[in-house]
């Protein structure tokens, strides 16, 4: 069974913030997908050309001076439909995480203990860094966007974000004990 391209709808989804070129798109993924659904530039492109050929969004060319000309992207009523019966579907499975950290704990001997409880320090930090972040996207959306009602389905995405960061740094706490007991 052939897996799905999510990208497809990620993008169609962005389309319909606002985001109606490749660079926007990017712009509003790093700033706030990014933290649970990556794309590359290498991806948006050759999704948004997939979008247009499928009629899911029409392009228009702007020309600029002394610049390639500007394509803009719009959802379709076809676009919409489709990004809404996506929406509506039932998740088909949980996802597994990636976790270079977890990969290497598990292949970790006794001996490596000084390396591991400095790979915890390390991995501990990125977390806090990360909580901190999502933090700073709080306050811009309660600032910038209390206004739309999609903020709401926003803080909502933004609090598992929250959530399992905590989760993960009191992972880390209670291992970094466990670890210093061998």
Partial sequence: ?????????????????????????????DRSLNHFWKVSYGQIYPTLKQLVDEELATVEETAQEKKPDKKEYFITPKGKKALQQWVQAPIQEIPAEKNEWLLKLFFSQPEDRESLLSHLSTYSQKL?????????????????YADKQE??????????GQRTTRAAIEWCECTIEKIDQL
């Fill in 1 to 29: 069974m052939r897996k799905e391209n999510h990208t497809k709808h990620a993008i169609l989804g962005l389309l319909t913030t606002g985001c109606h070129s490749g660079y926007s798109i990017k712009q509003m993924m």
């Fill in 151 to 160: 903020a709401q389905f926003w803080l909502m995405t933004l609090d598992y």
């Fill in 128 to 144: 806090h860094e990360r909580f901190q972040a999502y933090e700073a996207i709080e306050q811009m959306i309660e600032s910038n």
